[in-house]
């Protein structure tokens, strides 16, 4: 099936890929935008295109300007991710260029690269920004339950250099560039793992008390801001899924990893008194209205953390033989002992 994919005037935010009824009901409204599917060489005015023959607008587009190098606040940084479910990524920094990493997310770095700790998000650093700036982000950060500190990484000598960070807990690390995002992403606490330097580290403040009491995470979310790449972790796998104006998704509390400022986050009751009690499910479930993108995490680390602290053993005791009947003669056959 054809995708179709749209970006306005005078912006670097992409639409889709939508399908060919949604691309034609897009096209009635938004006659100047350029479009792109698979096929064509480049992308074209909605009303130049034979597909979109009803939309006559003839106002003349305007191409959506290229950031410039020197409009660009963050270090553009090369990345690669390697690994399935234990991943780390590997940056390469030019000289003088920066990375930015939470505390203990470090797995390995080149010589030229020094290490430095700076107080809040590294975002003022030098002569750019005072104390109070300084003061200001490092108190986001803990909120969101990070470190006052932010460690980073600059190739302070010649050619190419690297710097690798590792994931806490299996899963997957998530490449994003913010401009491409509209400049803002939403995320779980703790999911911020690496970036560019000029990245900022914020807070979301989740307005609607009973989604800061149930929607999983908290009144206080991470509020990444920029132009530059960043790094984030997910437990287990990621589904992307994007979201028309008015379509709404309902997701379980805890696998709600990220997603755009323009979708709104909601929480209502899973059903009836029955559900609740034995629905496995909790008694809330997260909403999400688009229009924007969403990322939802498979394993959410409280889950995983559940069901390891509901399989150690009880009291001091030992386990229970993964459920076997035979319990500590099970052990004593199966070979699985701790003497």
């Not at 920094?93 to 290490?115: T, Y």
């Amino acid at each position: 099936m054809t995708q179709w994919y749209f970006v306005s005037p005078g912006s670097t935010q992409r639409i889709g890929p939508l399908d060919p009824d949604a691309a034609q009901a897009h096209a009635r409204s938004h006659s100047n935008d350029l479009c792109w599917r698979e096929g064509l060489s480049g992308w074209q005015v909605v009303k130049s295109m034979p597909e979109f023959a009803d939309a006559v607008d003839t106002t003349p587009p305007v191409l959506p300007p290229l950031p410039s190098p020197a409009s660009r606040r963050s270090d553009d940084i090369d990345y690669r991710i390697v690994g399935n479910d234990m991943q780390f990524v590997e940056v390469e920094l030019d000289p003088g260029e920066s990375a930015i990493a939470e505390a203990g997310a470090l797995m390995f770095k080149d010589a030229s690269v020094q290490m430095d700790t700076v107080f809040g998000d590294g975002r003022h650093t030098g002569q750019g920004g005072g104390f109070m700036d300084k003061l200001m982000s490092a108190g986001k950060r803990v909120l969101t339950g990070e470190s006052l500190f932010t460690t980073m990484f600059t190739h302070t000598g010649s050619g190419k250099a690297k710097v690798a960070f590792a994931a806490p807990y299996p899963g997957t690390v998530l490449a994003m560039k913010l401009d491409e995002h509209g400049g803002r992403l939403i995320c779980q606490k703790d999911s911020f793992l690496a970036g560019a330097r000029g990245v900022s580290v914020g807070v979301f403040f989740q307005r609607k008390i009973l989604t800061g009491l149930f929607g999983g995470e908290g009144f206080i979310m991470q509020k990444l801001e920029g132009d530059g790449w960043v790094f984030v972790h997910a437990g287990g796998t990621v589904v992307e899924r994007e979201l028309r104006a008015g379509e709404r998704l309902d997701v379980d509390t805890g696998c709600v990893m990220a997603f755009h400022d323009t979708v709104s986050m909601d929480v209502k009751a899973v059903g009836g008194i029955k559900s609740m009690l034995f629905g496995g499910e909790g008694v809330f479930l997260a909403t999400l209205a688009g229009p924007g993108k969403v990322w939802l995490q498979s394993l959410p680390f409280s889950r995983m953390a559940g069901r390891m602290l509901a399989a150690a053993p009880q009291g001091g005791g030992q386990n229970r033989g993964e459920g076997s009947v035979l319990g500590g003669l099970g052990r004593i056959l199966d070979g699985d002992n701790s003497f």
